[in-house]
């Protein structure tokens, strides 16, 4: 069983900043690729940032020079410092990690989402 955890969230006011966690557990060999996503109310969920665990990152970018995320691969965990935050940022957020079990199976997982709510 894997799980991954997220925290972080809330209500913010625009201009704002807030940082998200997301701390990966159970039976992993090792993480590849995390990221950051999101779903806003009637909306399709969209990639926000995804780090290697290289560290090469890759942004939307509507989070270009806003956002940033990185990674601590001793922890297992996935961070993303959002500043300057604006009211279309409202979504709720979801971790994301490609985890190596063993050494045959590699599968997708997903947290289950942490809301943020920037008001004006």
């Known amino acids: 069983q894997v799980q991954l955890v997220e925290s972080g969230g809330g209500l913010v006011q625009a201009g704002g900043s807030l940082r998200l966690s997301c701390a990966a557990s159970g039976n992993i060999l090792r993480i590849n690729t995390m990221g950051w996503y999101r779903q806003a109310p009637g909306k399709q969920r969209e990639l926000v940032a995804s780090i290697t665990r290289g560290g090469d990152t890759n942004y939307v970018d509507s989070a270009k020079g806003r956002f940033t995320i990185s990674r601590d691969n001793a922890k297992n965990t996935v961070y993303l410092q959002m500043n300057s935050l604006k009211p279309e940022d409202t979504a709720v957020y979801y971790c994301?990690?490609?985890?190596?079990?063993?050494?045959?199976?590699?599968?997708?997982?997903w947290g289950q989402g942490t809301q943020v709510t920037v008001s004006s």
């Open positions: 994301n990690a490609n985890i190596r079990i063993d050494t045959v199976h590699e599968y997708n997982f």
